[in-house]
C-alpha cells in the first residue's frame, strides 16, 4: 500500500497575507482560492514539484493558533540558488548553514547536511534542506 502526503494545514490569521506570501514570495503555485459557502474560505498552493500542497482559510479548516505550526520542510537541489531567490523576493531567510557546524564555508559539500530558515508572517516556519540526489 502507498500512502501520499498531500495536503499541510498551515495556521494563519490573515488568508489574503498568506496568501501573498505563498504565492509571490515564495512561488507557490495557486491551485485555488474558493469560497463554497458563507464564511468559509479555502486557499491551496502547491510549491513547484511538490506533490503535496498547504493549505489555510477560514470556516472549514482545523482551528490552530496562526504560527504554531514549526518544522515544515522543502527539499532543493542548489541551497545556494534557492537562498538567493528567496532573498530577492524579500523574504527574512536565515544564511545557509551547514547542520552541526554552523555557517557554511561556501565551499564544503552540501547534501543533506545544508539548510536555510525562514517564517512565514505568522511565524510559521520552515526548513529548506539540499539534497541533490536519493540514495
Request: some cysteine.
Amino acid at each position: 500500500m502507498e500512502w501520499t502526503l498531500e495536503v499541510i494545514v498551515v495556521p494563519v490569521s490573515d488568508v489574503d497575507r498568506a496568501k501573498a506570501f505563498y504565492a509571490d514570495r515564495l512561488g507557490f503555485t495557486l491551485d485555488h482560492d474558493v469560497t463554497p459557502a458563507e464564511g468559509v474560505r479555502i486557499v491551496q498552493l502547491t510549491p513547484p514539484g511538490s506533490g503535496c500542497s498547504v493549505v489555510f482559510g477560514r470556516g472549514a479548516v482545523p482551528d490552530m493558533p496562526p504560527g504554531s505550526l514549526k518544522g515544515l520542510q522543502l527539499v532543493v537541489n542548489d541551497l545556494p540558488k534557492a537562498h538567493t531567490m528567496l532573498t530577492e523576493r524579500g523574504v527574512e531567510v536565515s544564511e545557509i548553514q551547514v547542520h552541526g557546524m554552523g555557517d557554511w564555508d561556501g565551499e564544503a559539500d552540501l547534501d543533506n547536511v545544508g539548510f536555510v530558515r525562514f517564517a512565514d508572517p505568522d511565524g510559521n516556519s520552515w526548513a529548506v534542506q539540499q539534497i541533490s540526489s536519493r540514495r
